[in-house]
């Protein structure tokens, strides 16, 4: 099945719009649309392996950023002698914003007068508690909503349709109280322009079993 952006003039999308219209901030309207136009893109950027492999890639990610961070603070004076000086977060920072360019040939590194020019006003953390504190940040304390509106079988013909539905649930759930399954499923069979197969309020009530 094919996903096919359509104008949001399309006739059903009347009632739809009149219900969304009715938020109490004006601006409530263009956003949910925006929104909505967004998903179909947002479901292309989705990891489509199975869920335990790719949070066994994060877990790894998280596991091997605390390894370096020991390294770094065990072999603090190697590094230091190495490079001649003492290495901060603040030189990491520095060449940091110009790094895609530099490792491209197409600016120099950093001079020593970039990293003089430091900002006093900030503080900045040790090299290994940055690390480790974004290892615990690839550690989130509560499952992503991504990963659990996606579906578990993203093969599935219709995974790109549900990923919809049960985003556009949630978002009107936390905006209105109420997932309001009438508006998300015309939302949704304008998006998809599906005439074949079109959902109803009952039908996307079933996909977001489990959410609310």
């Not at 999308?13 to 109490?24: I, T």
């Not at 929104?35 to 990891?47: D, I, K, S, T, V």
């Not at 390294?71 to 990491?92: K, N």
């Not at 109420?178 to 508006?183: E, H």
């Amino acid at each position: 099945m094919g996903v096919r952006l359509v104008s949001i003039s399309y006739p059903d999308m009347r009632g739809a719009w009149a219900r969304v219209c009715e938020h109490a901030d004006p601006e409530f309207p263009t956003f949910f649309f925006h929104f909505a136009l967004e998903l179909p893109a947002r479901w292309e950027g989705l990891p489509k392996a199975g869920r335990k492999r790719y949070q066994a890639n994060v877990a790894a990610i998280a596991a091997a950023t605390e390894t370096l961070a020991g390294l770094l603070e065990r072999h603090q004076a190697e590094i230091d002698f190495v490079r001649g000086s003492h290495l901060t977060f603040h030189h990491v920072e520095v060449r940091a914003r110009t790094i895609r360019q530099e490792l491209a040939g197409e600016t120099a590194p950093p001079d020593p007068w970039s990293y003089a020019l430091k900002d006093n006003f900030r503080q900045h953390p040790a090299l290994p508690e940055f690390l480790r504190a974004l290892a615990q940040e690839l550690r989130p304390l509560r499952v992503p909503r991504d990963t659990v509106i996606r579906l578990t079988k993203a093969a599935d013909e219709n995974a790109a349709r549900t990923f919809m539905v049960r985003s556009l649930s949630v978002f009107l759930q936390d905006c209105f109280g109420s997932p309001l399954f009438g508006v998300v499923a015309t939302t949704v069979n304008t998006l998809i322009d599906d005439a074949s197969n079109p959902l109803d309020a009952n039908h996307a009530a079933k996909l977001c079993r489990g959410l609310f």
